[in-house]
């Protein structure tokens, strides 16, 4: 095996909040401790990068003493939470940003994916693009030419060759970009959560193309993406940021059991401050202040034997008056985040106080899903939705596994082929309600 | 053993940032037929989105000679050298409308081109290089606009004289390029920290006009004030230029040379100050 890639003692620093004023003033000390000799005192404050924690100082290191070896034609997938630092190993791999500490050798010409279609101009015409986007993505004119067909060919829009790109459905637009994209050939391609757009269809041939590359042609692929499921597919390698540290790095099975473990330890409390709007949102009348999956028997797990029964725990506090209040537990996909299935139940109709705690448990006695992977998506609202909900939690939970079991059915869904939404039974088999916590805790 | 001969073998070391002298003007060539691809996009652009769009390149330089024959020639009665002041005023804003165009652009590059920074890879030179060859288009065009108007007047028995110092032309587009680019970088770079340099370059570089002899000649200016724009190196550039087209004001090939040193000055601290600010740029935005 001959190592391609050499990651030694990777650490990234940045600065959070605005650049202001201060910043001045910043430089002139940090340009003062080079000056007599001493160490950069701004480099001292940062902190390791959890996003549900406040930091105290506005310093973060968004990768903290990174080491890892990649080999010769190894498909290796990199995963982890939202902000955990995936896309800044994957810019300073690209040279698109500087390390603070450490250094990376590379064998061969890399070529990075951070985006379908950079610098595409929407004036030019598909044909101009091409050339344009290629440039861009390092590859020589002559290169470019000799290839044009059989990007053309791959993208299918033909017939628009000639038009601008401002007159390009999204779709058009993005199949004619990763047709270039797909073209390229370096010895390392790195390619960034690119899978997030386009249509389940457009995901899938970007899988199928980036596994061609590396098993027909032997060439290296790094690759970014929150979906487990198409990591599990494409990378024989994988690694785990957590909070800008490596957590594990291994055989991509091994892994994926241990970045179930890892997400395990998320707490969600009343009192996670969550500043990503995408994973929670809400206005803080009410909070969940626990959420966990269990078993018939009432052991707490996220994975489950295809056809075993499924329960949500869930529990939380009102902290304005609420009227009424109602759960909401949906099953996503985790390939297209569309909602396969979903649990919808009243907790109580009439008007709540602050302060006042509660529990429920959802069954799901026949969720008859494929084996894979599913984010779970928990939501508490008014009796009467208003427009805007009161606590949302999306995809911060460890998602559910579906494994294959003995009890094998034909099932509905497909994770790779979301078809639709599915109605599935549920019950509501605990709905209690605490109202006098208040007048406990103060005495 | 084995290790040593494995380490000979890396194509590329990702290292922190450090030190102001390690550039890699290799790889700007290397990156050619992106620079290529920028300035076709440039052109293309233009060309397409308006009819009007090589008609503006027109009208801009001939509505602000109207303006400035009208303010500085016949109100403010400023002497043109005895050259038709049509003539005198179009040649100084045809020049320093390039040098103006090259900065102004280039000063932005930072800003206009943070995306695609943040996206992908390539010697960020490449990108200001790319506009000041796009904005020859425009100068190209206004030069055919003034030796129209000079074939015209020289027709009508008008006294101006063109020379052999016309083949000085493409030396003194280079120098308009390399002061435009030069300054432009290093604005262009500060502004990735500080953001208020921005409204500080439209103003200095109207500023900086009157300081140029656009709208008066050498020769009208009190000696007392001479030096401060002599000290201009775009003095020089205009100064030649309209020595060439017109045969009016004096040939200086000691300021040229000022000039000419300058432009080196300005264009070694850019792109050592450039080289420094690509690398650690997108953390700031
Ligand atoms: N330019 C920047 N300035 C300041 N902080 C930054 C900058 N870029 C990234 N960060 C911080 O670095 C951390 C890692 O970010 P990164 O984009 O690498 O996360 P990620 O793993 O790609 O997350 P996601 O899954 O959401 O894409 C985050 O805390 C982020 O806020
Ligand atoms: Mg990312």
Not at chain 2, 133 to 143: A, D, E, N, P
Request: net charge neutral; aromatic share 12%; proline share 4%.
């Amino acid at each position: 095996m001959n190592s391609v890639i050499k990651v030694e003692n990777l650490s990234k620093m940045y600065r959070l909040g605005l650049v202001g004023r201060r910043t001045i003033a910043e430089d002139l000390t940090r340009f003062w401790a080079k000056f007599t000799g001493k160490e950069d005192p701004y480099l001292k404050v940062g902190e390791t990068n959890v996003r549900a924690v406040k930091g105290r100082s506005d310093f973060v290191w968004a990768l903290k003493n990174i080491n890892f070896d990649i080999n010769d034609g190894e498909r290796y997938g990199i995963i982890g939470k939202n902000g955990a630092g995936k896309s800044t190993l994957l810019k300073i791999l690209s040279r698109v940003a500087s390390p603070t500490t450490g250094n990376i050798k590379v064998k061969g010409r890399v070529a990075s994916l951070l985006e379908v279609g950079t610098g595409f101009h929407p004036e030019l015409t598909g044909r101009d693009n091409i050339f344009l986007n290629g440039s861009i993505l390092g590859m020589s004119q002559d290169e470019i030419k000799s290839k044009f067909d059989s990007i053309v060919d791959f993208s299918g829009v033909e017939r628009y060759i000639d038009t601008p790109v401002k007159r390009y459905s999204s779709g058009m637009y993005v199949r004619l970009a990763f047709a270039v994209a797909a073209h390229l050939e370096p010895e390392i391609l790195i390619v960034d959560e690119v899978l997030a757009v386009g249509d389940a269809e457009f995901q899938k041939k970007c899988l199928g193309k980036m596994h061609d590359v590396s098993e027909k042609e032997g060439r290296t692929v790094i690759f970014v993406s929150h979906n487990l499921h198409a990591i599990k597919i494409l990378c024989q390698k994988t690694l785990i940021l957590n909070n800008g540290e490596l957590f594990a790095n291994g055989n991509t099975e091994e892994v994926l059991s241990m970045y179930h473990e890892l997400n395990r330890d998320i707490k969600i409390g009343a009192d996670t401050e969550v500043d990503n709007i995408k994973s929670r949102r809400g206005n803080g009348f009410i909070r969940f202040t626990s959420i966990d999956a269990l078993d018939f028997s009432g052991k707490s797990r996220y994975t489950f034997e295809h056809g075993e029964p499924v329960r949500f725990k869930i529990s939380f506090r009102t902290y304005k008056e609420m009227n009424g209040v109602t759960l909401t537990i949906a099953v996503m996909s985790g390939l297209s985040r569309e909602c396969l299935t979903l649990a919808h139940h009243e907790i109580t109709r009439q008007k709540l106080d602050a302060g006042i705690t509660g529990e429920a448990v959802v069954e799901f006695s026949n969720l008859n899903i494929k084996p894979g992977e599913y984010p779970l998506h928990f939501e508490l609202t008014d009796i009467v939705y208003n427009g805007y909900s009161k606590d949302v939690i999306d995809d911060l939970t460890p998602p559910l596994v579906i494994k294959a079991g003995d009890k094998v059915k034909d099932s509905e869904f497909d994770p790779e082929k979301p078809s639709g939404f599915f109605l599935t039974p549920s019950k509501l088999i605990l709905n209690e309600l605490n109202e006098n916590v208040m007048e406990v805790k103060n005495i | 053993m084995k290790k040593s001969q494995s380490e000979s073998e890396w194509t590329l070391e990702i290292k922190p940032v450090s030190g102001w002298f390690n550039f890699h003007l290799k790889d700007v060539w290397k990156y050619r037929d992106l620079l290529f691809m920028f300035v076709k996009r440039d052109f293309v652009s233009v060309y397409k989105q308006t009819i009007l769009g090589p008609f503006w390149f027109f009208l801009q330089p001939i509505l602000t000679t109207i303006t400035f024959t009208i303010v500085f020639g016949n109100i403010a009665k400023i002497p043109t050298d005895g050259i038709p002041p049509i003539l005198f005023y179009m040649s100084g804003i045809v020049c320093w409308g390039y040098f103006s165009d090259c900065l102004t652009r280039t000063s932005s590059t930072f800003i206009t081109n943070a995306n695609i920074f943040g996206k992908v890879y390539f010697p960020r030179l490449v990108s200001p290089l790319s506009n000041i060859i796009s904005l020859l288009m425009k100068f190209g065009i206004q030069m055919i606009l003034l030796i129209g108007f000079l074939i015209y007047f020289k027709m009508n028995g008008s006294d101006v004289n063109p020379n052999i110092y016309i083949l000085l032309t493409p030396y003194l587009i280079l120098l308009m390029a390399g002061l435009g680019l030069g300054f432009g970088i290093i604005v262009s770079s500060l502004t990735t920290k500080y953001r208020d340099f921005t409204f500080l370059v439209s103003f200095g570089v109207q500023l900086l006009m009157y300081a140029t002899p656009v709208i008066y000649p050498l020769s009208a200016l009190p000696e007392k004030y001479k030096w401060i724009v002599l000290a201009n190196p775009m003095t020089s550039i205009v100064d030649t230029f309209r020595y060439a087209f017109l045969g009016a004001g004096t040939f200086n090939a000691g300021n040229l040379l000022y000039t000419s040193v300058f432009v080196v000055l300005i264009l070694s601290i850019g792109i050592i100050v450039f080289n420094r600010v690509e690398k650690t740029f997108m953390d700031t935005v």
